[in-house]
């Protein structure tokens, strides 16, 4: 059985920083993209940060570029997302993911993934 476990949310002031992690069990996705997307309240899950299966590629939203970097070790089996300088607009629950197919290429539609996290919720305050 997969299982995505998020951690490293929290609450934080605009300008902070907050390292998230995502750790993959019961399988490994060595040659799978791997995302990261977050939900606002009332709004709809969009993508955030996309990373290949060599880390040779990333992709990210245009409201995240700069700020936010996605990294992976597949050693360890699992995925982080580096935000930096968060703005309130940023307040969202976090999901990790995992995509089930073969490709070179990252991922950034919801519907490309098929493993998901529970989320973790981060809270940025102005």
């Known amino acids: 059985q997969v299982q995505l476990v998020e951690s490293g949310g929290g609450l934080v002031q605009a300008g902070d920083s907050l390292r998230l992690s995502c750790a993959v069990s019961g399988r490994t996705f060595n040659y799978a993209p791997m995302g990261w997307f977050r939900q606002a309240p009332g709004k709809e899950r969009e993508f955030v940060a996309s990373?290949?299966?060599?880390?040779?590629?990333?992709t990210y939203a245009d409201s995240v570029k700069g700020r936010f970097t996605i990294s992976r070790d597949n050693a360890k089996n699992t995925v982080d997302l580096q935000m930096n300088s968060l703005k309130p607009e940023d307040t969202a629950v976090y999901y990790c993911a995992v995509a089930n197919t073969l490709t070179r290429l990252t991922k950034t539609s919801v519907s490309d993934y098929t493993y998901w996290g529970q989320g973790t919720l981060v809270t940025v305050s102005a």
């Open positions: 990373i290949n299966w060599n880390s040779e590629l990333t």
